[in-house]
């Protein structure tokens, strides 16, 4: 939260006034509320593997992180830039080919990809739309730079934080909101339903039914389903809810079987069609993929997206911008090394200690090494998986990732955060809602602030300049 | 909705009603056993507890003898017990978990705390006999508390669209089960005097069974007579103002199939079945059941409220 003089941001005054003012007995007591609310509200995340993991709760931090309106500007126009690019690169590669033909991305980064879809090759899909909801991952490391560090282009989680964290936040320091003006964030759920019913196939009538597939409530995101379909006001099918007749798909109600337009699916690729995908899974819908083809569903996010949240395609991100909008790109990349290539490969292997390496298609924080908190064991371990499959990995410099004041036992003290805004894409254009997820890491120095590692949430609100109060 | 929705409030609100019944079952059992011998000879009420809470048969997969401790433990707390309270409510709240967009915050409240209470009752339970009574005794009114907290929330911040019309009906299918399986259980104490069996009939028996569906003030508001076993009968099957007669359950049945009747403009096998049952119910009296035999009215009963749950999950359910 402090600039480059150690001084608070602007952004920040009031915020650290007030901090330093409340008694440590008040930001204690909130603490406690606020899991409470949690608690009682059941906004748990399932972490795979773990004993009574079904109900966890994501530590949630009471102090919220601000974002001033100008530097959300920037952000703003720099994100509906690359997911405008995403979506003309998904609709490229499973169509003309274009970008692979003037050799800008290697076809092997593209073939190659485990997340590469065959069966839609061809397949044009509503409005060339494929990535209706994104979630990008941002960082700040100066003053002045947001850097993008990962892509969510399949089914990124986290929005009911951002709305859920909101929620508890006003309940809980109302005083707080009154000091600053905050950008709402609870439209969100409008502007989904919006996008969503926006994709519909043309076929389908004006008043399309939507729904949202989820996996069932032991999948870690169920919560989240759930609140969502709740806030847009859509039915919350699992697969056997949902049959296919004729190519098109339909859903059991109490009053027989109802025709569906569009599918919001939180389920993978690869369970959503046992003839098509996994013939071993029960969660998804025999025959969705042939309706899917044939245009009488929508789904979103189309099937195939994950090529693009890859993160070794990732670093083509902004060759990838220039080549469709011919625009120089607004967010930059962190700076990214391609272990496919041998020099690369060899300049990383010598670095191990300073670099975080993760896998290309890895998620959740699973599969990475972090050098500077790694064991001496665990840097050559990861140097022979590395040079057993470069091609498997990227590799970044840790960056000075910004802090923000976080409320830990002992009083407030800076953490590391990174942010996730959500992007909705439908046929009227992209749309942010002016928020998102903040992340911390609740350990101190640690880097890491996925949920699944232990990491918790935090409000983020994006406020007024002062400047431009009236 | 979708069918699954439906199924799941149906039966989520069936394992709330049937917490709430082997709640008071164990109360009224306890009650019972705790009378000295001379009022009391047979000594099989916990036996009777396990069979008209249907857990006589996996309680004897598990244990040898009738033991009272390990008969209340059994029906409260074993989950090896498909019908234990402690399944009920788990069951209750994965259902609703599964359904959380179909409940209100509060219904959902009412289930996540009664579990919450659960997994601390279960936590903390202690050896001590006398303090486990104690204990008991509390995670009992805790139960009933919750099944009215529930119950309240249904009724007062649901919508009045088929989902609550499911919800209640698996309300009153479940409380029309449970309160024949009591009559059944009980049915040689509930014989007239003329055809008595057993000897001389227990006026706390009589009195057990009534507070156990909390009904004993209402016996004497009704009848304004001393405690009559066939009296009971009467009370318990034929009376329309008594909220847990078999006849009231039937006459919210078929309000909630009705309803449902008209929300979707068709009738089917559910309704015709459960105006069978109500017309049935409605020309009976208590004299002709007992000549028929109170045993096997209540059989018939029984089977005829199971036809009619299978006839509700054929037509909605699936």
Known sequence: MTGPDGEPREVYARLSRWLAEAPPELLASR???????????????????????????????????????????????????????????????????EILRAGIVPSALVYQNPYFRPEMVNVRVPFDTYVHIAGIDI???????????????????????????????????????????????????????????????????ADPVVVLLTPGQYNSAYYEHSFLADKLGIELVEGRDLFVDDDVVYMRTTEGPKQVDVIYRRLDDDFLDPLAFRPDST??????????RAGTVTLANAVGTGVADDKALY????????FYLGEVPLLKNVPTYRCREPETLRYVLEHLPELVVKEVNGSGGYGMLVGPHATRAEIELFAKKLTLDPA??????????????????GGISPRHVDFRPFVLTGSKGVRVVPGGLTRVAMQDGSLVVNSSQGGGTKDTWIIEDAGTRS | ML????????????????????????????????????????????????????????????????????????????????????NCIELARTNGRAVRTALTAEMWDAIN???????????????????????????????????????????????????????????????????????????????????????????????????AVSALTAYHWVYRESIKPWLIADLLILRLEMPRSLLSCYENINRCLDSLGKAYGRQGAAQRQARRVMAQLENASIEEIFQQGLHEFITGFLDDNNKLGAAIAEQFLV
């Open chain 1, 392 to 409: 498997n990995f990227i590799a970044q410099p840790t960056l000075a990732l910004s802090t923000c004041p976080t409320a830990m036992p």
């Open chain 1, 139 to 205: 960082v700040r490391i100066d003053a002045d730079d947001f850097y993008v560090l990962e892509d969510n282009a399949r089914t990124p989680s986290g929005v009911s934080y951002m709305l859920e964290n909101r929620e508890v936040m006003m309940r809980l320091f109302p005083e707080l909101f009154a000091a600053h003006r905050v950008a709402p964030v609870e439209n969100y759920a409008d502007l989904l339903l919006q996008s969503l019913r926006s994709v519909a196939p043309r076929t389908a009538d």
């Open chain 1, 283 to 292: 969660l998804g819908v025999p025959g969705l993929m042939s309706a899917y």
């Open chain 1, 315 to 322: 670093t083509y991100m902004p060759e990838i911008i220039q």
């Open chain 1, 31 to 97: 603490r406690a509320q606020a899991d409470l609310l949690f608690r009682r509200i059941g906004i748990t995340f399932a972490v795979y593997g773990e004993k009574d993991a079904a109900e966890r709760l994501i530590p949630f931090d009471i102090v919220p992180r601000l974002i001033s309106q100008s530097e959300w500007r920037r952000l703003e126009v720099g994100l509906v830039q690359r997911v405008k690019a995403m979506n003309m690169f998904l609709a490229d590669i499973y169509g003309p080919r």
């Open chain 2, 3 to 86: 069918s699954r929705t439906a199924d799941n409030l149906y039966w989520l609100a069936r394992y709330m009603e049937r917490a709430d019944f082997l709640a008071r079952t164990v109360e009224a059992t306890q009650r019972l056993a705790a009378l000295p011998a001379v009022y009391n000879q047979a000594g099989t009420e916990w036996e009777s507890a396990l069979e008209s809470s249907g857990a006589g048969d996996p309680y004897r997969a598990k244990y040898e003898v009738v033991e009272p401790d390990k008969v209340m433990d059994f029906i409260i707390f074993d989950a090896a017990n498909p019908s234990s309270i402690r």
């Open chain 2, 113 to 211: 705390g009664a579990w919450l209470e659960l997994k601390r009752f279960e936590g903390s339970r202690t050896r001590d006999d006398a303090a486990r009574r104690e204990e008991i005794t509390h995670f009992l009114d805790f139960v009933k508390q919750t099944s009215l907290v529930f119950d309240g929330s249904v009724y007062r911040t649901m919508l009045r669209d088929p989902s609550y019309w499911f919800s209640r009906l698996g309300v009153f299918v479940e409380r029309a089960d449970n309160t024949a399986r009591i009559l059944d259980v009980k049915y040689h104490v509930l014989l007239p005097e003329t055809e008595a069996v057993g000897g001389s009939l227990d006026y706390f028996q009589w009195t057990a069974i009534l507070r």
